[in-house]
């Protein structure tokens, strides 16, 4: 318990095995409760594994869902078993699962709805093996959604994020997508919802083992990042009224 709220990591995970031990093992436990991890349909031994681990409660999709889809189970479970804070941790040991705290403490304090790593406000994304075309799209999308939401974040596509219980309860989880543009969707519901979000700064491992979506998949990620920010403003404007904002 941290401020008396139960604190919950999930990891989403899709053939994880090399890198979920070391995910596992940064984890900070004495400041989390309950650790859940959702294998979506994983080729690999993720599975046997995470059961090898005391302490990993596993739920296995039988069929892959997609990302979105695994959040939507993560955060599904976690609430069902007591979660008053979600702490997303990919187990491909990309993001530095050690800063937790910072991501924790504001929201346990009340200060925030949810608590963003950023990878911009960490200092040089590139140095930690970033792809130039990557960095660039992140700080193009970035400056749009910005324009968009008139909010000031220096990233909105970090997977190292932590949510209130609020936050959860209070957005139209079920109907998000379940591709990636899901974390595009639950940051501009909670917009929507006038939910109060921060950032805190990290640093990324680009590594051979760590799961990146190719170029390709990165250009239909944009363009839906892109089609989420044309329903936000009819919404806004009155012209559409879009599940994802109810």
């Not at 403490?105 to 406000?121: K, Q, V, W, Y």
């Not at 909105?156 to 936050?167: E, F, I, N, V």
């Not at 990146?212 to 990042?225: A, E, H, M, P, T």
Request: with cysteine; proline share 5%.
């Amino acid at each position: 318990m941290r401020h008396g709220k139960k604190v919950a990591v999930v990891m989403p995970a899709y053939n994880a095995e090399k890198t979920l031990r070391r995910s596992y093992d940064e984890i900070p436990h004495d400041w989390v409760d309950d650790v859940i991890l959702v294998d979506d349909g994983s080729k690999d031994g993720t599975v046997e594994l995470a059961r090898s681990i005391p302490g990993i409660h596993v739920v296995v999709h039988p069929e892959n869902r997609g990302y979105g889809g695994n959040q939507k189970t993560c955060y599904r479970t976690a609430l069902e078993r007591g979660a008053d804070i979600c702490v997303m941790v990919h187990p491909d040991h990309q993001y530095d699962a050690s800063v937790l705290p910072d991501l924790i403490e504001p929201i346990a304090l009340g200060n925030a709805d949810a608590m963003f790593g950023s990878r911009m406000l960490g200092g040089r994304p590139m140095e930690g093996g970033m792809p130039r075309w990557k960095y660039l799209a992140n700080v193009f999308l970035t400056a749009l959604e910005n324009a968009t939401f008139y909010l000031y974040l220096t990233e909105y596509h970090s997977g190292l994020r932590a949510y209130s219980r609020t936050y959860l309860e209070s957005v139209n989880v079920e109907a998000f997508s379940d591709d990636f543009v899901f974390d595009t969707e639950i940051i501009a519901a909670g917009i929507w919802k006038r939910l109060r979000i921060r950032e805190i700064p990290i640093v990324t491992r680009y590594f051979p083992e760590a799961s990146q979506i190719n170029f390709f998949r990165s250009s239909v990620y944009g363009l839906s990042i892109l089609a989420v920010l044309v329903k936000f403003k009819l919404h806004k404007w009155g012209y559409r009224k879009d599940p994802i904002f109810k």
